[in-house]
């Protein structure tokens, strides 16, 4: 079995090879704020955030925070993520009938699906998600076979699409795959994965958008944010769908597109797994300095390929 693992690089690699102007593209976690707030401002984390940080919000606590993003070592997305965890369930008075309600949720709708969706609908699904030119993610599904599985850490459907272009049937685990589909994990959320108190369903990689279902169920509910220290068993949905896969052993992996962090620890521990027990490790990035640090923290052989194509041309 191929395991194919899918990270934002692969996501801003299908806006690029598009020609989708750079401000429509995929963020990355190191221009996550420039990129989707340009509408939204969560002003009241943001100052307990940089008290938290003991540094000065300023008067304008969401520029100070895009100035320092990419520069100051405790100024980045994810210890943002790891506050707004920590100290966004609160409902402001005056919200108690608001929907969402609490500064958490309101977060996951209006900071990562809202502003997500917008980028997708000006950029790879400006004319339409129907067909939209997803020649990468079409590619590389290509390669994969009836029984292989893919872990695609992104929120948003560009490569299950992709896949559905190159005629594979899609199950979302935890539903049982059979023997001709390929098997699609999304433990940190997805634009189609659609949540209650009670459950949860995929519907079809097609749904998209910040309009919510008349069943009363939201798709930003089961989304887990890049934050520091998160852990699969804080996230109910996440820890099922990883529980199913945990037992993978996979004679080949494929990353395509991540840059590896330590902050997730449950996924770094499975990777390890993973690795040591296939014949060989693809790595997808053009960073040299990212393939390096892959290469320490899985301690296997990794080959790189700078491109979909390199690592397409070395499977032929």
């Not at 429509?24 to 969560?42: G, H, I, L, S």
């Not at 089961?222 to 068993?233: Q, S, T």
């Not at 330590?262 to 996924?267: E, Q, V, Y």
């Amino acid at each position: 079995m191929r395991l194919l693992v899918v990270g934002a690089g692969a996501s801003y690699a299908e806006a690029e090879h598009a020609g989708v102007p750079e401000e429509f593209r995929p963020p990355f976690v190191k221009n996550f704020a420039k990129r989707m707030w340009t509408e939204y401002n969560p002003h009241e984390l943001l100052i307990g955030f940089f008290k938290s940080k003991n540094l000065e919000p300023t008067s304008d606590p969401l520029a100070r925070f895009i100035e320092l993003e990419r520069s100051h070592p405790d100024v980045s997305i994810e210890p943002f993520f790891e506050y707004a965890y920590h100290h966004g369930q609160i409902i402001p008075p005056g919200h108690e009938n608001y929907k969402p309600s609490s500064l958490y949720d309101n977060l996951l709708l209006h900071g990562i699906l809202g502003p997500l969706t917008f980028l997708l609908i000006q950029g790879l699904f400006k004319n339409g998600i129907e067909n939209p030119p997803l020649e990468l993610s079409k590619t590389v599904a290509s390669c994969l076979a009836p029984g292989d599985a893919v872990l695609n850490l992104n929120y948003d459907t560009i490569f299950e699409i992709g896949a559905e272009q190159a005629g594979h049937k899609l199950v979302f685990i935890p539903n049982t795959p059979s023997a001709d589909s390929l098997s699609i994990i999304k433990p940190h959320g997805s634009f189609n994965l659609l949540t209650t108190k009670e459950y949860f369903y995929f519907a079809k990689p097609y749904f998209t958008g910040s309009v919510q279902p008349s069943d009363g169920s939201t798709n930003f509910g089961g989304f887990v944010p890049p934050r520091l220290n998160k852990r699969y068993d804080q996230h109910p949905i996440a820890q099922i769908l990883i529980q199913s896969i945990r037992n993978f052993m996979p004679e080949s992996v494929i990353f395509w597109g991540i840059g590896m962090t330590t902050s997730d620890r449950d996924l770094l521990s499975l990777f390890q797994q993973w690795c040591h027990s296939a014949k060989k490790v693809d790595f997808i990035n053009p960073s040299v300095d990212d393939t390096e640090k892959a290469r320490k923290l899985l301690n296997v052989d990794i080959r790189q390929h700078k491109n979909t194509t390199e690592w397409i041309t070395s499977i032929i």
